[in-house]
């Protein structure tokens, strides 16, 4: 016979309703999720640890530059600090939707994450530039992987690691605009 098109779809909102009803403790996830919760939970984990050591580090670069450009990386540096603490609290936010414990646990944290925490030795800012760009390029193509896992299995976590991933590019390109490269 030929091939299925959208007219050929048809709805069930009965059968739906009454699952609905029969699994209302679940949450948010229902039958139709297309992943193994416990591995996205994980993932989103270690997407946690990673804006965590992120925050740290952008955070700690921010008070530590010094030098002739010092005001205008560390304003950079204190803006996107803000922003890596944002994802971690969606990160974490999606976690609990997903019935799960967000894990911030500060003894893991660098075990668990995507990137290093660095500190240049001579609070050189172009060192601090070039370790955060490494960061977010790691983070950018780590993130890229998930989303793609992802999929259409998840469409809601999906559309929270974009959301993340675009502002991580941003990142990526404010250092390199700071870099001069």
């Known amino acids: 016979m030929g091939t299925a098109t959208t007219d050929d779809f048809v709805l069930d909102v009965t059968r739906i309703r009454e699952e609905a009803r029969l699994k ?15 591995r996205v939970i994980a993932l989103l984990n270690d997407v946690i640890a990673t804006e965590v050591v992120c925050w740290l580090r952008y955070t700690r670069h921010a008070i530590s530059a010094t030098g002739i450009d010092r005001t205008q990386v560390s304003a950079q540096f204190t803006e996107h600090a803000a922003e890596e603490l944002q994802h971690a609290l969606r ?27 660095t500190m240049p030795a001579d609070r ?6 070039r370790s955060n760009l490494l960061a977010e390029r790691i983070v950018i193509s780590s993130y890229q992987e998930i989303i793609r896992w992802l999929g259409e299995h998840d469409p809601t976590t999906r559309r929270v690691m974009e959301s993340i991933l675009e502002e991580e590019e941003d990142h ?8 001069g490269v």
Request: glycine share 10%; proline share 5%; charged share 30%.
């Open 124 to 129: 050189d800012l172009k060192e601090m530039l």
């Open 24 to 38: 209302m403790e679940a949450g948010p996830v229902t039958d139709t999720y297309g992943l193994d919760k416990g």
């Open 91 to 117: 990160a974490a936010e999606r976690v609990s939707q997903l019935g799960g414990d967000p894990d911030f646990d500060p003894g893991t944290l660098t075990q668990r994450a995507h990137t290093d925490y």
């Open 172 to 179: 990526a390109d404010d250092l390199v605009d700071l870099l």
